[in-house]
Nanobody, 127 residues
Framework: QVQLVESGGGLVQAGGSLQLSCAASGRTFRSYIAGWFRQAPGKEREFVAAISKSGGLSYYADSVKGRFTISRDNAKNTVYLQMISLKPEDTAVYYC????????????????????WGQGTQVTVSS
């Protein structure tokens, strides 16, 4: 079992940058595929990015491709989401998720693939 705690959210102007972190408990986090999702007020949760256990393979939603970068440091049990060129439509609560699995593929864009979720961190982008 793993527990996930997100941090790094905040208020930023359009065009600005933020880096989110997701700290995982447990010494086996390197065995988990990880992902980031977000949910804006009145909208459904949507996929943002996913990363393989080693960090060598990643997937992105079209809406963030080229602006967001997912990465991980297994020695620190942490997954990151670097966000640049932020837009007001990026405003949402951002959630980290994980699943113990071997291979990541495009199906990890579905929230149902993940077993563990963090509590979320608010990102607000002002225009």
């Amino acid at each position: 079992q793993v527990q996930l705690v997100e941090s790094g959210g905040g208020l930023v102007q359009a065009g600005g940058s933020l880096q989110l972190s997701c700290a995982a408990s447990g010494r086996t986090f390197r065995s988990y595929i990880a992902g980031w999702f977000r949910q804006a007020p009145g909208k459904e949760r949507e996929f943002v990015a996913a990363i393989s256990k080693s960090g060598g393979l990643s997937y992105y939603a079209d809406s963030v491709k080229g602006r967001f970068t997912i990465s991980r440091d297994n020695a620190k049990n942490t997954v990151y989401l670097q966000m640049i060129s932020l837009k007001p439509e990026d405003t949402a609560v951002y959630y980290c998720a994980a699943r113990a699995a071997d291979i990541v593929d495009s199906t990890y864009s579905m929230g149902s693939k993940y077993d563990y979720w963090g509590q979320g961190t608010q990102v607000t982008v002002s225009s």
